[in-house]
């Protein structure tokens, strides 16, 4: 079958609730927030509405209930572009997001799963085709991981490049990681799966080594606002953030993603992809909200003019 340049995305859709406030409660105690600002969210979706607002195809795979909730989530995917024909109307409630964003921009988070976990295997199987038309496949692990791990085995065997954004970090099969081509994980996740502490430039250089014996081949760590480690088995590049006063921290890691992604489409080697990615989750971060913060093609062109991030390779 004639490979699409699309990505296909294979995960979550919630609806988001974001609350903005100065602390976070005591126990006991009723506070008062300052704003909140609601809105399509899940990894999944952010990752692929951050792909589409760059004008790359994208599709969509995961589950929705049938309330007011998924209604708003599917029509607010085909206004950012996302085509969402081939998500599953489930009779569980729509998943649900309530995060609670501190004036630093921490991010305290809290998921309903809800139709997220009504997506099946069977379900998966019976999109062979979407998959197989698809030149990336981006997974996360809001969904049933077994779920996750059949999409995965599918994608490889259709040629799909396989991109695992393994958040939250749960166990895998050791057989379905290594089918992975790209493995994205944050500092917390890195340090999950490599089993040693990863909290800065230094951990990471030393983790990505561990992570790469476990895939088929790129590891990236994200560390925040500090930058982002790449390790294809033989150079290892860091890309540094740019700087900027975060707002809301939600939904960067995504943004990072789906850009990534679709660079990568685009054919530019994955550490040029990285610094458009890490520009990209920079905007992002300066805005409340995930989906509605992600920058379209226009304004992450612009960044890109006007800074110079240059990567830094190691030995």
């Known amino acids: ?34 704003r909140v600002t609601t809105g399509g969210g899940g990894k999944g979706a952010n990752q692929a509405v951050q792909a589409a607002k760059l004008g790359v195809p994208t599709v969509m795979i995961g589950a929705l209930g049938k309330d007011m909730y998924g209604e708003h989530i599917e029509g607010q995917l085909r206004e950012y572009g996302v085509d969402t ?50 030149a990336v496949a981006i997974f996360q692990m809001e969904i049933p991981v077994p779920v996750t791990e059949f999409g995965i085995g599918l994608a490889k065997k259709h040629g799909c490049y396989v991109i695992l954004n393994a958040a939250p970090a749960l166990p895998l099969d050791e057989n379905k990681l290594d089918l992975v081509d790209c493995l994205i994980v944050n500092e917390t996740e ?48 860091f890309i540094p953030a740019h700087r900027v006063e975060a707002v809301d921290t939600t939904g960067a890691g995504d943004s990072y993603v789906g850009v990534f992604a679709a660079k990568l ?51």
């Not at 610094?275 to 992450?300: E, F, H, N, Y």
């Open 85 to 134: 024909s081939c998500i599953h109307k489930a009779d569980a409630p729509t998943g649900l997001g309530v995060n609670n964003v501190l004036p630093d921009g921490s991010v305290f988070g809290n998921i309903v799963r809800g139709a997220n976990f009504a997506l099946t295997q069977d379900y998966i199987a019976g999109l062979e085709d979407e998959i197989a038309k698809s």
């Open 1 to 34: 079958m004639e490979k699409r340049k699309q990505v296909l995305v294979i995960g979550s859709l919630n609806f988001d609730i974001i609350l903005e406030q100065e602390r976070l409660p005591h126990l006991g105690e009723t506070y008062h927030v300052d």
């Open 265 to 315: 489409l685009e054919g530019l080697p994955p550490e040029e992809a990285a610094v458009w990615a890490t520009l990209a989750a920079s905007i992002t971060v300066t805005r409340p909200g995930s989906q509605v913060a992600m920058p379209d093609a226009q304004a992450l062109a612009e960044l890109y003019q006007a800074c110079s991030l240059r990567p830094e390779y190691f030995n």
């Open 190 to 237: 890195a340090s999950y799966y490599a089993g040693q502490s990863v909290r800065t430039l230094e951990d990471a250089l030393g983790a990505c080594e561990a992570l790469y014996h476990k895939v088929n081949g790129l590891v990236i760590i994200t560390l925040g606002a500090s930058g982002s480690l790449l390790y294809n088995g033989s150079k290892k590049v």
